[in-house]
């Protein structure tokens, strides 16, 4: 399901033969009112479309878009929109190869504001029902474009996501020297090249969902079998460059097995997600087990914002904390992104600290990393401080002396800035008790004063 901008909950049901219909979109509310929007129908040619296998995507006009496997003007899926309300309309029908027909994955908005997906058959170079598939654009007008045709075997039927480098990655279930699955980077452009491939049974095999991209940058996935302890998948990540390494293996019990859902990474920093099978064994299922939703931690992402501010001797560092960190550890060098491997720092609670004991006049350059139970996060940005001296206690008298003394000459009124003499001090209060003591004249209006 995905949350609307409504605060609704939206999200599609796909039947599983044809005696339950051909699939549905409904809505919750967030009090969890349940409201079916739209029921495809079917015989075919339908002109909506035929069992959405699927979730939705929102678009920027508030409304939704999702694809259909089948139905359509030519039988071999669509793309529709549905509005909040209901309405129903298609933006394209697939015509099969080599455009690319059944699409089955979930639609994703690129940055451009096209809709970006996967078909599981056609192509071009693949004839029949050969099951290569497509990467397909979809623009707001409904104009579809081929942005990548496989050439083998694949089942790219689980989607794709789109990289905060612009870049595409589109994962399938087959193909690869193994024919175990692989992951493919495409530019916006279609521009392919082999990002993964599963070659190892402790590894992975057959990934059954897109990947996801972590805060640090890293992408984050599972694979539905294979793993070191037995056939029940792994969680895994890897790297920008491709570098593979397995977080977890499922062991069928009590941990679950199968996953087949992408992960979701939440506030904390950590993975989320379900499998299908495992867990615990139930009355009628004492083998397999019914399902698990699991975890799994990870190292904090690296803090942010690290700004430094110089002072005597000292640097005063500030960051943004990182989600899940449990300690901050600093790390100091004397050249940019040279800091040492050994932090001068460690087991910080706060996002703050001085760094005391610097050389004045010396520029240092920081970085912080954040730690948890898991382990270290990657490095902060960079920071720099040159610690200056404050101004000596020579020239700070000097400035109080001559302040006050101006001060002094103001108050006195002598524009020369001289001192008042203490004779002509008493003189001047001599004069004013003389004239303290003189009667008051008294003027009289009738008469001139005589």
């Known amino acids: 399901m995905v949350r609307g901008s409504d605060g609704n909950l939206y999200g599609t049901t796909c039947p599983t033969d044809e005696q339950s219909g051909y699939g549905t979109v ?44 089948y139905g359509g ?31 089955q994955g979930p639609l994703i908005l690129g940055s451009d504001g096209s809709f970006y997906g996967t078909t599981q058959f056609g192509g071009i170079g693949c004839s029949g029902n050969a099951e290569c598939g497509t990467v397909f654009r979809v623009t707001m007008a409904g104009v579809e474009t081929v942005v990548y045709s496989l050439n083998a075997i694949s089942f790219p039927y689980i989607g794709l996501m789109q990289a905060r480098d612009g870049n595409l990655y589109v994962t399938t279930s087959f193909g690869g020297p193994e024919q175990a699955g692989t992951i493919y980077k495409l530019t916006p452009g279609g521009q392919a090249t082999v990002f993964y491939e599963f070659t190892a049974v402790a590894a992975g095999s057959y990934p059954v969902a897109s990947l996801i991209q972590g805060g640090d940058g890293n992408f984050y996935g599972v694979a539905s079998q294979g793993g070191s302890q037995g056939d029940g998948g792994i969680v895994f990540e890897l790297s920008p460059t491709g570098t593979q390494t397995v977080l977890h293996t499922f062991a069928d019990m009590p941990d679950g097995a199968g996953p087949q859902a992408q992960l979701f990474q939440a506030s904390d920093g950590n993975l989320y997600g379900t499998t ?56 100091q060098g004397a050249t940019p992104g040279n800091e040492a491997t050994t932090p001068v720092a460690t087991g910080l609670t706060d996002p703050s600290a ?27 940005n960079e920071a720099s401080a040159e610690p200056v001296a404050p101004a000596s206690s020579s020239s700070s008298s000097s400035s109080s002396s001559s302040s006050g003394s101006s001060s002094s000459s103001g108050a006195g009124g002598n524009g020369g800035g001289g001192a008042v003499s203490p004779p002509l001090i008493a003189a001047l209060a001599s004069l004013l008790a003389i004239r303290r003591r003189r009667p008051i004249k008294k003027v009289s209006l009738d008469a001139p004063d005589s």
């Open 354 to 380: 001085t760094i005391t004991g610097l050389a004045n006049g010396t520029t240092y350059y920081f970085r912080v990393a954040a730690v948890n139970a898991t382990g270290t996060s990657g490095l902060s």
């Open 26 to 69: 409904f809505k919750i509310a967030p009090d969890g009112t349940f409201t079916t929007l739209h029921v495809f129908q079917h015989p075919y040619p339908s002109s909506d479309g035929e069992n959405p296998m699927s979730g939705l995507v929102e678009g920027p006009d508030g409304n939704f878009y999702g694809t259909t496997a």
């Open 73 to 103: 003007a030519n039988g071999v899926g669509t793309v529709f929109k549905i509005t909040p309300s209901g309405s129903v309309s298609v933006l394209y029908s697939f015509t099969g190869a080599p455009n690319g027909y059944r699409p």
């Open 276 to 331: 299908a099978g495992g867990g615990i064994p139930q009355q009628f299922n004492t083998k397999y087990g019914y399902g698990t939703v699991f975890k799994v931690a990870l190292p904090p992402q690296p803090p942010g914002e690290l700004t430094a501010a110089a002072g005597d001797t000292q640097a005063v560092l500030s960051w943004t904390a990182s989600p899940g960190a449990a300690s901050y550890n600093i790390y």
